[in-house]
């Protein structure tokens, strides 16, 4: 088969990257930088869960029904089986642009995950409709659970992060850092992109 034109004959299968002993990173071929913490209790973090690769967004010049996103599961099986994860906790929200957000309802729905975010992001998430001309918004509403303020510290099982108001590639994002395995860590969502050779 075509390739679609997305420079794949045959995707592959998505794998994590283990960035340290708590933190992965969902690799080179998704489509959105997103993040898993690993708790010592089984527990994971997300740090946005979009699409696994282009393809699977489905966005084309003759799609004229506004479906433009499939989301299909990707890494999850990859969580329990070699980090033996046991409970998807939670899932923090960089921004609103739904190639971050399009598999965040699949983790509330089948994994019991809840949702938090700063309330500048929480806002648009819960209420696309009502902010229908904010581009690249999953029309579907997100609940959030818990509204952060900028600036705002809070802890998920042994971690402490802070929240704050980051507007760059969207008036409606933040930065998340943390201190993971001894090293200072901030989620930067799409404001910060990194080359990879």
């Not at 997305?6 to 340290?20: A, E, N």
């Not at 527990?43 to 690769?53: E, I, L, M, Q, R």
């Not at 850092?177 to 930067?188: E, P, Q, S």
Request: net charge negative.
């Amino acid at each position: 088969g075509r390739d679609g034109g997305h420079g794949l004959d045959i995707l592959p299968d998505p794998k994590f990257i283990q960035v340290s002993r708590h933190l992965l990173w969902g690799g080179p071929h998704t489509v959105s930088n997103f993040y898993v913490v690993l708790s010592d209790t089984g527990k994971a973090c997300f740090v946005d869960y979009g699409h696994s690769f282009g393809a699977h967004m489905a966005v084309s010049q003759d799609r004229e029904d506004g479906d433009l996103m499939r989301f299909v599961v990707h890494h999850l099986e990859e969580l329990s089986e070699t980090y033996g994860v046991h409970d998807i906790d939670l899932v923090l929200v960089t921004h609103i642009h739904d190639d971050h957000t399009a598999g965040i309802p699949y983790l509330v729905r089948h994994e019991g995950a809840r949702v938090w975010a700063l309330d500048e992001v929480a806002q648009v998430l819960e209420d696309p409709a009502g902010w229908s001309s904010t581009p690249c918004t999953l029309p579907k509403p997100i609940p959030i659970e818990r509204k952060l303020a900028d600036g705002e510290r809070f802890q998920w099982e042994e971690f402490d992060f802070e929240v704050h108001h980051a507007p760059g590639q969207t008036e409606f994002h933040s930065v998340l850092a943390a201190v993971i395995d001894g090293r200072k860590v901030a989620f930067t969502g799409d404001n910060i992109f990194l080359e990879l050779a």
